[in-house]
Structure formats: C-alpha cells, structure tokens
C-alpha cells in the first residue's frame, strides 16, 4: 500500500524558512518521479517541483524559481522541499506526489502559512 506522509508546515513570517519532507512506502521509491503541488484557499492544486527517480533534473513551477529547492533521498525513501523567501502568495496545503502504476498517489498535506 502506498504512503506518502507530508511534515514540516507551519506558521511563517514573510521571508522566513520552512523545509517540508514527505516520507514514502509502500513502493519502490528510487523508481519514481517525486513531485510537490500546492493548493491555496480556492485555487486549483497546481505542481511547484519535480525531481527524477535519481536526483537529477529538477524542475520549479516559475513563482518558486530560486527561493524552493527540491532534493531526495533514495536511501531513507524521503523527498524533501526547501522553502526560503517566503511570500503571504506561498501559503497553501502542500502534498507529496508519486505515479507507482501509473496512478496518482497523494499524501494528506501539510499546511504553509505565511503571514505577518
């Protein structure tokens, strides 16, 4: 069974730090793409970054460029998101993403708030 468990959210201050990991199981990890998406109060959930099965060829949604870096871990099945340069427009449930099988699995997300 497949499980991604998002932590690390929280309450933050403009231009502050938060650093998310997603904790996955269930599948064989250094196989997948790893993804994070982000959805805001009333917006669709939209992909913020991407990482290949081996660490390489990140990728950023452009709002994020600069201030988010996204890394893995194969040995401990992790993938973490390193959020600097936090702006009020950040703050959003964040999720993990993995495509085993070809299916979309989501963890249950971490809130972000970023507010003064």
């Known amino acids: 069974q497949v499980q991604l468990v998002e932590s690390g959210g929280g309450l933050v201050q403009p231009g502050g730090s938060l650093r998310l990991s997603c904790a996955a199981s269930?599948?064989?990890?250094?196989?997948?793409?790893m993804r994070w998406y982000r959805q805001a109060p009333g917006k669709e959930r939209e992909l913020v970054a991407s990482?290949?099965?081996?660490?390489?060829?990140?990728n950023y949604v452009e709002s994020v460029k600069g201030r988010f870096t996204i890394s893995r871990d194969n040995a401990r099945n992790t993938v973490t998101l390193q959020m600097n340069s936090l702006k009020p427009e950040d703050t959003a449930v964040y999720y993990c993403?993995?495509?085993?099988?070809?299916?979309?699995?989501w963890g249950k997300g971490t809130l972000v708030t970023v507010s003064s």
């Open positions: 993403n993995a495509r085993p099988g070809g299916m979309d699995s």
């Open positions: 990482i290949s099965s081996i660490g390489g060829r990140p």
């Open positions: 269930g599948f064989t990890f250094s196989n997948f793409i």
